[in-house]
């Protein structure tokens, strides 16, 4: 582990004890994953792309499935993709951080615009938030992005929102909920 302000971000080698312990879940979990801080994580082939070209915060937003074939899929630019690791991860103890893979960002694709601080106590598969500056083919099974663990400070609650927890597949935006729980 080292240091960062009060916290600290896990070694690869301390998230496998974690892990061991029983205080992190990824499954499956591999050995040759693990980073030296952080744990590789992989693209699922299942897709959603947004039907309508204009998307509405306060409305359900339809979305088709895709899904990525063996030969790979040809991703537009301007173009968003929902996507969702193979793995599904919980923790109860750290906080859940993902990011990109250097090697992926360098060809110009994002796996989150904006989404990636988890909470602590998420349960789930992490749905990524996909983006490409040029086309670019991708695969299902690519290790896409990295999750990392930070401790924490301080009393906190556990994540326990219906929107996202315990999670099947791939999440659409569920934004409009809060728009209808304020008018409630």
Request: proline share 5%; glycine share 8%; with cysteine.
């Amino acid at each position: 582990s080292f240091n960062i302000g009060d916290t600290m971000i896990l070694s690869g080698k301390e998230i496998k004890k974690q892990v061991k312990k029983g205080n992190i879940s990824i499954d499956p979990f591999t050995d040759e994953q693990i980073n030296p801080n952080s744990y590789n994580l992989r693209l699922h082939p299942d897709l959603l792309v947004y039907d309508n070209d204009i998307l509405d915060m306060r409305e359900k937003n339809p979305a088709s499935p895709l899904v990525i074939p063996d030969n790979g899929l040809l991703l537009e630019p301007h173009k968003l993709y929902l996507g969702r690791t193979e793995e599904r991860t919980s923790t109860d103890k750290y906080v859940p951080m993902l990011e990109g893979r250097s090697s992926v960002g360098r060809l110009g694709l994002f796996i989150h615009i904006t989404a990636g601080f988890g909470d602590i106590g998420f349960d789930g598969f992490w749905t990524l938030e996909i983006f490409c500056v040029q086309p670019i083919r991708i695969y299902s099974g690519l290790e896409i992005c990295q999750i990392f663990y930070h401790t924490i400070d301080g009393d906190f609650d556990l994540y326990r929102s219906k929107k996202y927890q315990s999670n099947r597949g791939v999440q659409p935006s569920m934004l409009y909920k809060d728009f209808e729980n304020n008018n409630e």
